[in-house]
């Protein structure tokens, strides 16, 4: 179980260039990703960089989160943050990068929820504390999950070479 605050909330469709534009392409280190992480919204931009968004928080999302590029920089922006985000949909692209980063990914095609609330994730379900209302999710497959728990792709290969004695 776990409880999340929504701290932003953002419509359908949003592009890996919202989430990280493509000006700070030439910044690629994970460690540096996240000083742009939705650097056209200068206020939250801001709240992330000071501390003011506590690690674990959640983004809700609508439909089709991260399209456009490829850009791993969009991931790796969010995942600097330790931010959890549940979308209605991700963008097949984004969500195969989250993936092999380890972001924190819930797909709840029914969420309602607005910056502010509590969110509880549980049980394959979402529940707003504060509205009362349940969501069903679409789990991920199990080995797609396990790869996220363990943090990524990298983490997760070193955990399986570990168990076999490699």
Do not use: H, W
């Not at 049980?123 to 797609?144: C, E, H, I, Y």
Request: glycine share 10%; with cysteine; proline share 5%.
């Amino acid at each position: 179980m776990s409880n999340k605050k929504v701290v932003y909330k953002v419509a359908d469709d949003v592009s890996t260039d919202i989430i990280y534009p493509g000006r700070f392409m030439a910044t690629v280190l994970p460690a540096e990703t996240p000083a742009f992480a939705f650097a056209d919204n200068a206020d939250f931009n801001r709240r992330l960089k000071a501390g003011e968004v506590p690690r674990g928080s959640a983004l809700v999302a609508g439909k089709n989160f991260g399209c456009g590029s490829s850009r791993e920089q969009a991931v790796s922006c969010l995942k600097g943050y330790d931010l959890a985000v549940v979308a209605r949909d991700i963008s097949r692209i984004f969500l195969q990068s989250a993936i092999n980063l380890g972001l924190n990914i819930i797909i709840c095609p029914e969420i309602e929820a607005a910056e502010g609330d509590e969110l509880e994730l549980a049980d394959g379900k979402v529940f707003n504390r504060t509205s009362g209302k349940s969501f069903g999710t679409n789990p991920l497959p199990k080995a797609r999950q396990a790869i996220i728990d363990a943090g990524g792709l990298i983490p997760y290969t070193r955990k399986l070479l570990l168990a076999a004695g490699k």
